[in-house]
């Protein structure tokens, strides 16, 4: 009787060669194609011992999955319905659509030799078939599984499927001893959906396994920027660069009627699979995929998740599959055009998103966040001060619609922090941080923490974050901020110089330097540091502003001071306080300071630390005006 028939491409026989060989010498009784004789009817050869094989064992490579393959397709489909599917890949390859259900075994490599785990692995599998352990007659390959529930976990116990769930199918071959180290990186999934445009779909599945992983406390998992500025380095490059022990790779092919997604956990020190698995589902089963994805990497990586922990892998999703393509492309509208116009799309879309399901969390959160970013260019103080009202309030709603989802606080956070209720901002940033929140929270508390004048827990916060997402060109920036505010100049601008280098488009880094040379005294190398921003920029001419007072050039100045009224209005009144009190103008920058107060400048902030602002602080109607601020704490 046949124990095992092989399916493949007839052009993959000599690769395939060693595998059979194999298996017969550990007694597998096997037909291949290999046994026709020159006068058999072939058709009826292949028909009749696939039917008479108790496990089928389909070879997926470039030539079977590739066009001229129908037949090993069509011999996976009968094996599927007797539940004598057993898949391999000898190439890296995705199955076709509708055979991504049970995990593939990799023998991608594999030279021979009856000791290799991968080999050991495929065996164990094979030898459970031919024991008859296989699926419940009542669970089908084909079915779709309840909803929150990985196919590979509702079939464990039983055949293949249960192999693979415990660790026939990959984790096996890794030692169960200790936990592997838990750091991460999801690199940008591929776009194999044949359409350019999709792009965005790809990149957002990636953006959310990362949120996922995150919520996990054992996992450190290295932030979008990052992994997205290495995502043409090989494996082992890219875990170098990012610090991680581990890449998550994938893929995602989507049509109208169904999405598939696939992923890989490789090894960064050898690039060695991990784990890798493809999910076949309808487009409204996103959500399901990832959390089922999140749950595999952890256990492959020998971290046992508690109940409430998987609950946590969900938060803040939605199963409408049209929101959550919305939402995918708010966030592609902003990801390289940081304008107003390109927030207003995204605003748009995400409100879209909202009307499909009103209760969709990241959706929530991501609106909060637009709508305090759009506040922050609004052409007068009285419509920043209501845009954040407005950012507060959705925020509010995200953080009530998802409190454990991180992302719902940043919104809340940006918005307080402009409405000037900085003990709210500072409270709201450790929650979120609290949750998850990941190298975006810890930067957003590294900026108000040095606003503050709190520079030590400054440094923690943006180390921490620069350790989340290592490549991210902001993280320098904030460095040199918080060193700024921390009086340490020449520290400051090393660091913003260097940001300057490595990332000229950037303004920020240009201005720290300036205003560190200004505070150095260095006021010609400060101008010429302004020089490389935008003629108009703010930063631009009130820097410019203080270095021509303090070279006595009080003309040059006070024209700068006229460019900024012309062009800003009542929007940065914060910034003509800083040149009147570097200009020795103490009264007229308290005057500048009340007005602040009084329209809500946002600027005021960083009234706490500005060294801008150390020649007026022992004055009592700035002590004033930061009493009136409340407290911080």
């Known amino acids: 009787m046949v124990d095992l028939f092989v399916s ?100 991608i490599g594999w030279k021979g030799d009856r000791a290799d785990p991968q080999y050991h692995a495929l065996l164990t599998a094979v030898r459970a078939i031919l024991n008859g352990k296989r699926p419940p007659a009542s669970v089908r390959l084909a079915e779709r599984p309840r909803a929150g529930v990985d196919r590979r976990l509702a079939l464990a116990g039983g055949g293949v499927a249960a192999l693979l769930a415990a660790g026939a199918g990959g984790w096996a071959l890794w030692p169960r001893a200790e936990a592997k180290d838990a750091s991460i990186a999801v690199m940008p999934f591929a776009n194999l959906s044949g359409d350019p445009t999709q792009a965005y779909f790809a990149d957002g599945i990636a953006e959310e396994l990362r949120s996922a992983l995150t919520r996990i406390p054992q996992f450190t998992v290295i932030g979008r920027n990052s992994s997205e500025a290495a995502r043409n380095e090989d494996t082992r490059t890219a875990a170098a660069k990012l610090g991680v022990a581990s890449i998550l790779t994938g893929s995602v092919r989507r049509s109208p009627s169904m999405i598939r997604i696939s992923a890989q956990l490789v090894s960064g020190k050898d690039g060695v699979e991990h784990w890798s698995e493809s999910y076949d589902r309808a487009p409204g089963d996103a959500l399901e995929i990832q959390s089922a994805i999140a749950q595999s990497v952890a256990q492959a990586l020998q971290i046992r998740l508690l109940p409430q922990e998987k609950d946590l892998l969900s938060v803040g999703g939605t199963r409408n599959a049209e929101a959550h393509d919305l939402l995918l492309r708010a966030f592609d509208a902003t990801s390289l055009d940081d304008s107003d116009e390109s927030y207003a799309r995204a605003l748009a879309l995400v409100d879209s998103a909202l009307q499909l399901d009103s209760h969709y969390g990241e959706a929530l959160a991501h609106r909060a966040r637009l709508i305090g970013l759009l506040a922050e260019n609004a052409p007068t103080a009285k419509e920043v001060q209501q845009g954040m009202q407005r950012a507060i309030e959705a925020g509010r709603i995200a953080v009530s619609e998802a409190p454990k989802l991180a992302s719902a606080y940043s919104g809340l956070a940006q918005g307080l922090k402009g409405a000037l209720d900085l003990r709210g901002a500072r409270q709201i940033l450790e929650q979120g941080v609290a949750v998850g929140g990941g190298s975006t929270l810890l930067r957003g508390q590294a900026q108000i923490l040095s606003g503050l004048g709190e520079f030590d827990a ?176």
């Open 8 to 107: 493949y491409k007839s052009q993959d026989r000599a690769r395939l060669k060693p595998l059979v060989d194999a298996l017969e010498a550990d007694g597998i009784a096997i037909w291949w194609d290999a046994h026709i004789g020159g006068g058999d009817a072939w058709r009826e050869a292949i028909e009749q011992n696939l039917n008479a094989a108790r496990c089928v064992l389909v070879v997926w490579s470039k030539g079977s999955t590739g066009a001229e393959g129908h037949f090993v397709r069509d011999e996976a489909t009968r094996a599927q319905r007797r539940n004598a599917y057993l898949p391999v890949r000898i190439d890296p390859v995705e199955p076709p659509l509708g055979f991504g259900e049970i995990q593939a075994l990799s023998l």
């Open 458 to 633: 400054a440094l923690r916060a943006i180390d921490l974050a620069t350790k989340l997402d290592p490549l991210y060109r902001t993280n320098l920036t904030i460095r040199a901020s918080v060193l700024y505010y921390g009086r340490r100049y020449a520290e400051a601008l090393d660091a913003g110089l260097k940001s300057t280098v490595l990332f000229p488009k950037v303004f920020f880094g240009k201005t720290v330097a300036g205003d560190s040379l200004n505070m150095l005294g260095r006021y010609r190398e400060a101008l010429s540091q302004y020089g490389r921003l935008p003629d108009f920029h703010f930063s631009r001419l009130t820097g410019e502003a203080i270095a021509l007072a303090k070279l006595g050039d009080l003309p040059g100045s006070d024209a700068r001071l006229k460019s900024l009224d012309d062009t800003y209005k009542d929007t940065i009144i914060y910034q003509f306080a800083q040149i009147r009190s570097q200009r020795g103008e103490a009264d007229v920058a308290c005057t500048m300071l009340e007005k602040a107060l009084a329209l809500r400048d946002a600027g005021l902030s960083s009234i706490f630390a500005d060294p801008f602002l150390d020649p007026i602080r022992r004055e009592a109607r700035f002590q004033a005006v930061v009493k009136a601020l409340g407290p911080t704490r």
